[in-house]
């Protein structure tokens, strides 16, 4: 985790508030490198403009922030070369669905039942399949920071998490809000899907939903 020194764009918060749907300073905190006092001071200045409203004891994307961020993403997105994103994209949707498959034999056991993670070797075979997809999926991740150097952070990310899991923290695998490996994999699919104009509908109906 970074502190001051480290800058924040305007479109980096406010995507991450956007993202999350509710946070407090600590949510956005990780993901963005920065404290959660930074966080905190940046979340106070856009409630300031209007962009990010208080809800409850954290924060929600308002309105005009929402489609303030519209405008930064499309600005961001008209400087990438689309036709290497394109290609790039349909790379990701073979580990999206390694991925899929994944998350659902962590969430369901072998019997078909919830899995109450009981089974210490059939939890860390399907670790071990999360691990090697991680290793096989860094070129590509580092290719998307090329063509869109907005997704830069990512492999960051993605590496605390599997830290993370690694330590035995095995939350880090798919627990909501927090930056765990599903969290941070659905926010780069959302990113993908708005860098190459596309829809999360438009992409549920292709079967490439997260």
Same mark, same amino acid.
């Given at each position: 985790?970074?502190?001051?020194?480290?800058?924040?764009?305007?479109?980096?918060?406010?995507?991450?508030? *956007?993202?999350?749907?509710?946070?407090?300073?600590?949510?956005?905190?990780?993901?963005?490198?920065?404290? @959660?006092?930074?966080?905190?001071?940046?979340?106070?200045?856009?409630?300031?403009?209007?962009?990010? &409203?208080? &809800?409850?004891?954290?924060?929600?994307?308002?309105?005009?922030?929402?489609?303030?961020? &519209?405008?930064?993403?499309?600005?961001?997105?008209?400087?990438?070369?689309?036709?290497?994103?394109?290609?790039?994209?349909? *790379?990701?949707?073979?580990?999206?669905?390694?991925?899929?498959?994944?998350?659902?034999?962590?969430?369901?056991? @072998?019997?078909?039942?919830?899995?109450?993670?009981?089974?210490?070797?059939?939890?860390?075979?399907?670790?071990?399949?999360?691990?090697?997809?991680?290793?096989?999926?860094?070129?590509?991740?580092?290719?998307?920071?090329?063509?869109?150097?907005?997704?830069?952070?990512? @492999?960051?990310?993605? &590496?605390?998490?599997?830290?993370?899991?690694?330590?035995?923290?095995?939350?880090?695998?798919?627990?909501?809000?927090?930056?765990?490996?599903?969290?941070?994999?659905?926010?780069?699919? *959302?990113?993908?899907?708005?860098?190459?104009?596309?829809?999360?509908?438009?992409?549920?109906?292709?079967?490439?939903?997260?």
């Amino acid at each position: 985790m970074m502190g001051g020194p480290t800058v924040t764009t305007e479109l980096e918060m406010l995507r991450a508030v *956007e993202l999350k749907s509710r946070v407090r300073p600590e949510d956005v905190a990780e993901p963005l490198a920065i404290s @959660p006092e930074q966080a905190g001071d940046e979340l106070a200045a856009l409630v300031e403009r209007g962009l990010v &409203a208080a &809800a409850g004891r954290g924060f929600r994307i308002s309105p005009e922030g929402k489609q303030h961020l &519209a405008v930064l993403l499309e600005e961001d997105r008209a400087g990438i070369d689309n036709a290497a994103l394109a290609v790039a994209y349909e *790379e990701f949707c073979v580990f999206n669905s390694e991925l899929k498959q994944i998350i659902t034999d962590w969430q369901v056991g @072998p019997s078909g039942a919830p899995n109450d993670h009981t089974d210490a070797a059939y939890d860390a075979h399907v670790l071990d399949r999360l691990t090697s997809l991680h290793h096989r999926f860094q070129p590509l991740l580092e290719r998307f920071g090329r063509i869109a150097p907005r997704l830069q952070a990512y @492999p960051r990310r993605f &590496a605390h998490a599997c830290e993370r899991i690694a330590a035995g923290e095995t939350l880090w695998v798919a627990r909501p809000i927090t930056d765990s490996f599903h969290t941070v994999w659905f926010e780069l699919h *959302e990113d993908l899907i708005q860098l190459s104009g596309r829809t999360r509908a438009e992409e549920a109906a292709a079967g490439r939903a997260h």
